[in-house]
Each structure stands twice: as C-alpha cells, then as structure tokens.
C-alpha cells in the first residue's frame, strides 16, 4: 500500500461558507434565517464566503432569463442587506468549477445509501415517479459538501432543514480522510442559532415560509413595498387568545409563534423579552407593532435592492471578482485532492 500523502492540514483556519439558492424571490424567511446572520458572522471578523448557488438550482429546470435576473437579484439582496464584498467575498458557485469538480470526488466517496436516506429527497419526490427526477436532484448533497469542502470551511449558518446535508457533508469528509488516512478535510460545524432560524408561512404556522407557495399573502418577499408588507402582517392567521406571560403558553399555538419569534428576530431580542413586553395583548395590538417593526428593518434593504438591480452590469462584476477570490481558494485545495488520490496532474 502507498505511504499516505502528508498534509499540513491538521488544524483549519477559521471560515464560514454559505449559499442560496437563486431559484425565486427571497422572503422574510431566508432574511431571518440566513441574510441577517451572515451579516453578523461577517462582523465577527472570521472569513465569509457567500455563494449564489446556482448549480443547485438547475437539478429542476430553470427558465435561461429568469435565472440570471434571480442571481442578480439574490446578490443584490446579500448586499442590501449588509454583506460587503470588500470584507466577504461574493459569488455565483458556477463562476468557480472547483465546486463540480469536487462535487464529481465527492460522488464517489458518497454511498447510494447515504442519500437515499435524505429527507429533502424523499419530500421532493413523495407521491412522484422518483425515476423521473434529475440525478442531479439525488446528488445535491454531494455538491452541497462540494461547496463547503472546497474552501475548507469550518462552520456553515444553516437551518434546522440543511442540517441533514451538513451532517453528509461530515460523513463525505470523514470518510475521504479516512480513506486516504489524511487529515485534509475539516468536519465541519453548523451553526444553528436565533430566535426565527425558521420563519414559518403567514397562512400556517405549522408549515415553513416559502418562495414557492402558491399564495404570495403566506409570505412576505424582500421586493414587497412598506404597504405590502403592513398588509401581510395584518392578515396572518392568529388564533382569538391574547399572547400569554411566558414562552411556555406558546405551546400548540403556531401562528401566535412564528409571530412572536419572527418580532424577535427582527428587533435583536429574545422572546422571553418580547413577550414580557406584550403579555396579555391581543393581536389587535401586536400586529400593528410588528408591522411597524418589519417595515423599519425591511424597507431600507428593499429600496437599496431596487437601486443596485438597476445597474446589473456593476452586479456581475461585484460577482466576478468574488469568483476571483474564490478560484483562488479554492484551486488549491482541489489540486491537492487531485493528489491525494493519485492523479496525474500537468504543472
């Protein structure tokens, strides 16, 4: 058997990689539940990457034009909201082929087990002829560790629904370095955290705020206007009881949650706070002070958006030198996997 390739990898810079999908409008969920906590990693000065991850969004097929617009869009957004590219580095996962060449590695490291056994898999194809489905869709996993695994990051923000993935994307690199008897790949860390990690849908508080659903009112979308928002916010589904003195009288309320832990997350506090602040009040008082919340918070972001969609060549620029940047993280460490496993490589 060859001597295992020495590596100097034993310890792993601190680095946080996440990415969005830019398959439809960004909502109040992925706000929450990724856009404002990539902001704040990016302020703890450890190094952010942050991807549009637009491979991912063709394992369904995607209209040519409406991808780009929503690429643009979603980067636009990741600015809007804070993410500056001079401190974190921002990209589309296409610009930079590390990410499917990895994913290929990673193909054949994973098991047809391990991702039989996803849960995002079987939801997308329940009730479906799952052989219809593109390999693609089976395989996102593989591209997800791809993602992460080509910058060796160390924590990933995620939401309890990615959390499967992450766990394969530890699995995938255990296994690699097990197999190579390397210590080349981090087994990364989530970071799991905040009051609205999980922003439900305005319509049902059992079921996740989504950019697919079909009524728009579920949801409220980073395009919407101050009166659009207000609006949602005064139409979600609440039940008739007032908001209880503890956290615990949230129990078998899912509506009357999301609403709280959504007030929560957008003004930095925690729900013991917030619903010290509104114990006893009914939603005739609470919806208009959360309205009035998320209007504060959301509109600027929404504004700023508009402003930089009207210069999408200066978006696709801002976006190729974060590719650039990227490239030059990731080649590296694609080459050295290229040389673990003992392939000839032109210099």
């Not at 680095?15 to 539940?33: A, C, D, E």
């Not at 995002?120 to 219809?132: C, F, P, R, V």
């Not at 989530?190 to 728009?216: F, Y």
């Not at 503890?246 to 709280?260: F, I, T, W, Y």
Request: with cysteine; glycine share 6%.
């Amino acid at each position: 058997m060859a001597e295992p390739v020495q590596t100097p990898q034993a310890s792993f810079k601190p680095r946080i990689f996440s990415g969005i999908q830019p398959s439809g409008g960004l909502t109040l969920g992925n706000y929450l539940g990724a856009l404002k906590r990539f902001v704040e990693k990016q302020n703890e000065g450890i190094e952010t990457i942050y991807c549009m991850v637009d491979m991912h969004a063709i394992t369904v097929w995607q209209d040519p034009e409406r991808l780009r617009h929503q690429t643009r869009e979603g980067a636009a957004a990741f600015i809007a909201a804070g993410i500056d590219p001079a401190r974190s580095i921002l990209f589309n996962q296409s610009q930079v082929t590390a990410h499917v060449e990895l994913a290929w590695i990673f193909n054949c490291v994973a098991r047809m087990g391990w991702m039989s056994r996803m849960t995002q898999w079987k939801d997308k194809t329940a009730g479906k002829n799952a052989e219809a489905a593109s390999l693609g869709l089976f395989a996102y996993p593989a591209l997800m560790a791809a993602d992460i695994l080509a910058y060796h990051a160390t924590m990933v923000p995620v939401g309890e629904d990615q959390k499967q993935h992450l766990e394969l994307t530890r699995d995938i690199a255990i296994k690699f370095n097990n197999d190579y008897k390397v210590d080349y790949f981090p087994v990364v860390e989530p970071l799991i955290e905040g009051a609205a990690t999980r922003v439900m849908s305005l319509r049902d508080g059992t079921k996740k705020m989504s950019k697919s659903d079909a009524s728009d009112q579920s949801r409220i979308n980073l395009t919407d206007d101050a009166d659009m928002i207000a609006a949602k916010i005064r139409k979600a589904k609440t039940d008739p009881e007032p908001l209880p003195d503890s956290p615990e009288g949230l129990k078998d309320r899912p509506e009357a949650r999301n609403l709280v832990n959504i007030y929560a997350a957008l003004a930095g506090h925690s729900v013991e706070q917030v619903i010290r602040d509104f114990a006893g009040a009914q939603f005739g008082t609470f919806k208009p002070a959360l309205a009035d919340l998320a209007v504060a918070k959301l509109s600027p972001i929404t504004t700023e958006m508009n402003r930089l969609m009207q210069d999408p060549a200066e978006i696709d620029r801002i976006l190729g030198r974060g590719a650039e940047q990227a490239d030059a993280i990731a080649r590296p460490i694609l080459e050295k996997t290229y040389e673990i496993m003992g392939m000839v490589r032109s210099r």
